[in-house]
């Protein structure tokens, strides 16, 4: 109790000692509400701090909290308290910062339950659909919306990832770019994203056709951190999109495809010049080969190199 209270009379020279102190302790029971009106004060001092560590070890400790707060109504009073600097963090220069701002707000999502979760969600998509956003804005309501999508179940990730898909490919090229985003974070946030690989790859590399360079470049970046995630687990939900894509009609997609191919196959520790690959067949093997060898004498010279 000491250790608290010296936090909140001055948070700049004992808040981080306290947060420790609170991840470190092992509560025997559930954190009901005259314990949230000590311990928000002390998170919400954390997430507004300046520094990344502080308002990782907060986003650490919002996750704790919420897991052992039984009843999500005693939370909907700080809603108000912890919002501005969940927001504030969200929209940092710094990706560590967005990062733990995410889980944080995953995590207060979970803790308050989804019906609670409206006003969040909401606000998220309008941020999604702002025309003039920094980049930084951009990439933190992407990946804000990736962690509250990726805590509320199969059946709520099934009905949201339609509309992700749907926005994906919007008219809007700025809408079409901030779904994709949100694309690559569910791809590490979301642990049972690689089920979803076979319908959702083939919308990835399409996005490397688009018109406007931004959603090329988001798109070529979900392909990549697929392949890195799931390259050796799951190498044939990548290896089968990616070759089909390799003899798409516009070069920059085959260009793409092209790097993307190399890309699998040095994750699968070259298997392909294996006499007996460990990942793949080899009859899927010789496919890569051959379509890695048309692919040099491709009309295009900057395909062929």
């Not at 919308?203 to 090329?216: A, C, F, K």
Request: one cysteine or more.
């Amino acid at each position: 109790m000491q250790t608290l209270v010296k936090a909140l009379s001055n948070p700049n020279e004992h808040l981080k000692d306290a947060m420790k102190v609170l991840l470190e302790t092992s509560f025997v029971h559930a954190i009901d509400a005259p314990s949230l009106s000590l311990l928000i004060p002390i998170l919400d001092s954390g997430l507004m701090m300046h520094d990344n560590e502080s308002k990782h070890l907060a986003s650490k400790l919002m996750g704790n909290i919420c897991n052992l707060t039984q009843d999500p109504s005693d939370l909907l009073p700080y809603i108000k308290i912890l919002m501005p600097a969940i927001k504030n963090s969200l929209f940092d220069s710094i990706p560590e910062i967005r990062a733990s701002a995410s889980k944080a707000l995953g995590s207060l999502s979970k803790g308050l339950g989804l019906e609670n979760s409206d006003d969040m969600l909401l606000w998220l998509h309008e941020v999604l659909h702002q025309k003039s956003l920094h980049s930084s804005e951009r990439s933190g309501a992407a990946q804000g919306f990736a962690e509250i999508v990726s805590v509320h179940g199969p059946k709520f990730f099934d009905e949201t990832i339609k509309v992700i898909v749907m926005k994906s490919q919007d008219q809007q090229s700025y809408i079409r770019e901030s779904y994709r985003s949100v694309m690559v974070f569910l791809a590490t946030c979301y642990d049972q994203f690689v089920k979803y690989l076979p319908k959702l790859l083939p919308i990835m590399i399409q996005g490397l056709s688009d018109e406007v360079e931004d959603v090329r470049k988001i798109s070529m970046r979900n392909v990549k951190i697929c392949i890195k995630l799931f390259g050796r687990i799951a190498p044939l939900q990548l290896v089968d999109p990616i070759m089909e894509m390799m003899f798409h009609k516009d070069f920059r997609v085959r260009q793409s495809s092209s790097v993307l191919m190399y890309q699998l196959v040095k994750e699968l520790e070259n298997d392909v010049i294996k006499l007996q690959p460990k990942y793949v067949s080899n009859e899927t093997k010789n496919d890569i080969l051959a379509c890695m060898f048309i692919l040099k004498y491709d009309i295009i010279e900057r395909v062929a190199t």
